[in-house]
Every structure is written in C-alpha cells, then in structure tokens.
C-alpha cells in the first residue's frame, strides 16, 4: 500500500463517517479522495437484523477473513476494490459506486432456494454454479430479481450504465469467484455450498468485486457434512442465541479465518523446459515467464537428443524421483529428437514446442509431430501456448495454477466485452 495512503488512514482525526451497514462502517480519508476505509464492527445479524448480538473480537475476525480472501483473488488475478489491511478490523479500498445488487451463486440447493423452488429436494447439485440476483432492499426482503430487471432499471454509476454486457459481465466473475473459493476450499476439505458478493463501479468506470466476503457471506460444510457448518447459518438455526452458542460461533468464525489465510500459498507444481542448445535460450526464457506468471515453478536445462543422449536420460529421473508435479517441455528445431526420447523414458507428461522460424519451418514440424508409436507426447506451438498448456496438465494438482488460469480466461472475456461496447459507440457516433 502507498505509504501516504497508509499514513492518511492510521490517523482517526483523518476519517470522516459516510456509510454504515449492519456490520462495517465506510469512512472517508482526507486528502485520499480515491480511497475509502471499511471497519468491520463486533455485530452480528440475521433475519434482516431482527436478530442481532454484539460478539468482542468479531470485527477483527471478519477482517482477517475478508482481507485473506481479497488477497487470495487479487493474487490470481481477479481485480477488486482492494488495497490492503491496515489493522484487525480496517482495510483500504478503491472508492466505487455500489451496484445495489446481490449475486448469488450456488453448487448445493438448500436454504432459500429450496422455499422459492418447491419440490426440488436438498442436497440437489448444479453442475455449474446457479446464479441468482437480489435487489437490495431490506424493507422487501430484498426481492430476487431477473437480468431483464436489472437492465431495465438503467442503473448508472461513474459514467458506466448496466445493460446486457455490464451484467453478463458480472455473472460470469460471480460464477468464476465461486469456482475459485469452492477449490481453495476444497483443498481444506471443505465443501462451498453457496456464497454472495457484490460488485462497484470504480470513478474510471470499471466494474469490479467490492464490499466484504467474510463468514457471513457463504455456508461452508466440513467434510460436505452440513452438521459441521461453520458460517452464519449456524447463528440462524439457533433455537434461542445463549453465551454458549455465541463463544462456539466465535470459535467457527476464528478457525474460518485461519483456514482463509492458508488459501495463497507458494507453487507446488513445476514445468522443466529442455533445450537442445543454448541458442533455444530466448524460447525457453518466454516458455518460463509464461509458466511462472500461471504459478508454475520453471527450470531450465540443456542436453541434445542426438549428441549427448546419456545426459538426457541422466536428466529426466532427477524429476521423477522427488514425486513432485511435474511437466517437461521439450525444445528442439531441425529434427525433433528430443521430444520422443524424454517422452519414451518418462512417466510424465511432455510437450514438443519446435521454435519454428521462417526457414524450413513446415517441413521441422512434422519431426514434431509424426511421433513413433508408444511415445505419447505433444505438441504445442508459440511459447505462451507451451507455458500454457503445461500449466493446464499441472492445474489439478494446484489450485492457485487453476486459480489463474481461470482468471486469465475471465480477464480475456471481460476485456473482449469492452472492445465490443468500444466498437459499437464508436460506429454510432
């Protein structure tokens, strides 16, 4: 965080109240007209807070959760209002105009789904996250509404009107957010059942993930047992609100943040680019930067098929012995042995990326391609692609490789859509 803003907001004689909800205050930073500050309170609500319980420590529990949260996000890639914590219970974000809109997306049917869809069972699991949106107002309940009602309302913030891109836009970062937090929370044996956000308008017309995700915006189930819930919905379902119930509410909510902490972790899969000489070396150095930027770990040798073929297959069980995730990506022009013999000796995947060039490009090709029987390797042409590819047979095996791959697809989705609404304004004008 810049250290003026850091400075701005430390100081409370700098902060000027101008929003509360039930459970954060927004305040305004002197001379940081870009930036707000979000302060998690100890309430807790429910039921449109006619429940409501102040619990010492929630605040600083919540902000811990939704600053690992953002975090995690922001490190794959999915942009946010986000800027950063500065204690417990504060953290800075980007000012935006709120879309007063709730995107609700859903693995398992159970809660209020099941009430405004009679017979269908819980339990019952969306192949895709079902997306649902709500208007928010408290004084209906905050009634569900459909796409044609948000573009018909003609909401409009920071120059940026809602209509049909804005809001395929948003449920497709709502179903790509879920998919992210459902595999980190996968890792931690937990199943994702269903989770809420929203989205802001920032002053330079972007639409972006804003507000708080913390334990009140999602049901979580250990194990997939709801017995072991671990999210609000354990507040809801209590028949009378005890110290008892509230001390183990706490407890839930603290080991929530602790499990949302280890969310971003360092990289636990590893792509070995091999070159068949030193002169691949600017190829193999873009293969590298495209497979560090997905989460991988690059490491790059040298050896030729042809001329040192004792050292190739010396190379390939240094990477097979440790167990650890592992793709090679062979670099070979001319004649393409290098591919097939890593690919005959190992267990492992690997992919042929020739660094072809105009010379006899069409004709190398085909040693990359025509492959013996019982090789089974590919190939990939361009070294973004290669980097890309390697990281795809490695996602499983990490969910922040999968996390950014899955940003990066949604990144290219959204950045289309600007060109598409560029173009049209363009051509109307």
């Not at 709730?102 to 699991?125: D, M």
């Not at 770990?297 to 650890?324: G, N």
Request: aromatic share 8%; net charge neutral.
């Amino acid at each position: 965080m810049d250290q003026a803003i850091l400075s701005a907001v430390s100081n409370e004689k700098n902060l000027k109240q101008i929003a509360e909800g039930k459970t954060k205050l927004i305040f305004a930073v002197e001379g940081q007209s870009d930036v707000v500050l979000v302060r998690s309170k100890n309430r807790l609500t429910a039921f449109n807070a006619v429940r409501s319980n102040e619990i010492e420590g929630k605040g600083a529990i919540a902000n811990a959760t939704t600053c690992n949260i953002f975090n995690y996000l922001q490190t794959l890639g999915i942009k946010s209002h986000f800027v950063g914590a500065v204690n417990e219970c504060d953290f800075v974000a980007a000012k935006c105009e709120m879309v007063p809109i709730e995107w609700v997306a859903r693995r398992v049917a159970t809660g209020s789904f099941l009430k405004r869809n009679p017979g269908v069972k819980e339990g019952y699991t969306f192949s895709s996250p079902k997306i649902e949106t709500f208007f928010k107002d408290d004084a209906n309940d905050d009634p569900q509404w459909s796409d044609e009602q948000i573009i018909s309302a003609k909401f409009s913030y920071n120059g940026c009107t809602i209509g049909v891109r804005e809001v395929q836009m948003m449920k497709k970062q709502t179903d790509v957010i879920f998919r992210l937090l459902e595999k980190a929370w996968h890792e931690q044996d937990c199943a994702l059942i269903d989770m809420k956000i929203e989205f802001g308008v920032t002053p330079s017309g972007d639409i972006v993930l804003a507000d708080v995700i913390d334990n009140d915006s999602w049901r979580v189930w250990p194990r997939g047992d709801k017995r072991l819930q671990l999210d609000k919905q354990f507040y809801r379902d209590l028949d009378k609100v005890t110290d008892e119930a509230l001390t183990q509410l706490k407890g839930n909510y603290q080991k929530v943040a602790d499990i949302t902490k280890k969310f971003t972790t360092d990289p636990k899969t590893r792509v070995v680019i091999i070159m068949g000489s030193a002169s691949d070396m600017s190829f193999a150095d873009k293969i590298a930067a495209q497979a560090k930027k997905l989460g991988l770990i690059a490491v790059k040798r040298v050896c030729s098929a042809h001329k040192t073929t004792d050292d190739a297959l010396r190379i390939v069980p240094e990477y097979e012995s440790d167990y650890f995730p592992t793709v090679f990506v062979a670099i070979a022009g001319r004649s393409n042995g290098l591919g097939p013999v890593v690919a005959s000796n190992t267990t492992l995947p690997v992919i042929n990326a020739p660094p072809a060039g105009a010379d006899w490009a069409a004709q190398d090709l085909w040693s990359s391609l025509r492959m013996p029987s019982g090789v089974g390797c590919s190939t990939v042409m361009g070294a973004d692609e290669a980097g890309l590819a390697a990281a795809k047979l490695l996602s499983q095996h990490d969910h922040m490789v999968f996390g950014r791959i899955l940003a990066q697809q949604l990144n290219n989705r959204i950045g289309i859509l600007k060109a598409d609404s560029v173009a049209e304004k363009e051509s109307l004008q």
